[in-house]
């Protein structure tokens, strides 16, 4: 059984930072492409970022220059790390698993929300 857990939602004010982790178990993660995306209220969801397997990142417009997306393949971990939040970032949160053969997996999202 597959599962990805994510964890490191929270409150933050603006300008803050947060670290999200994705803790991946029932798969080796080393040859899928690990994805962040978000889901606001009343809006689809939306890529955050991935990092393939050979680590090459991809990000959103919105967010390039301020989040960061890493893996430890050996700890089955994916982490999103977050600065210079604003409100718009506000979202919940999922991790993602991809190949084009064994499939996509998702995990049930961690709620960030950047307010004073």
């Known amino acids: 059984q597959v599962q990805l857990v994510e964890s490191g939602g929270g409150l933050v004010q603006p300008g803050g930072s947060l670290r999200l982790s994705c803790v991946v178990s029932?798969?080796?993660?080393?040859?899928?492409?690990m994805g962040w995306y978000r889901q606001a209220p009343g809006k689809e969801r939306e890529l955050v970022g991935s990092?393939?397997?050979?680590?090459?990142?991809n990000y959103a417009d919105s967010v390039k220059g301020r989040f960061t997306i890493s893996r430890d393949n050996a700890q089955k971990r994916v982490h999103l790390q977050m600065n210079s939040l604003n409100p718009d970032d506000t979202a919940v949160y999922y991790c993602?698993?991809?190949?084009?053969?064994?499939?996509?997996?998702w995990g049930q999202g961690t709620q960030v929300t950047v307010s004073t």
């Open positions: 993602n698993a991809f190949h084009f053969t064994w499939g996509s997996y």
């Open positions: 029932g798969i080796s993660i080393n040859i899928y492409t």
């Open positions: 990092i393939a397997p050979t680590t090459r990142t």
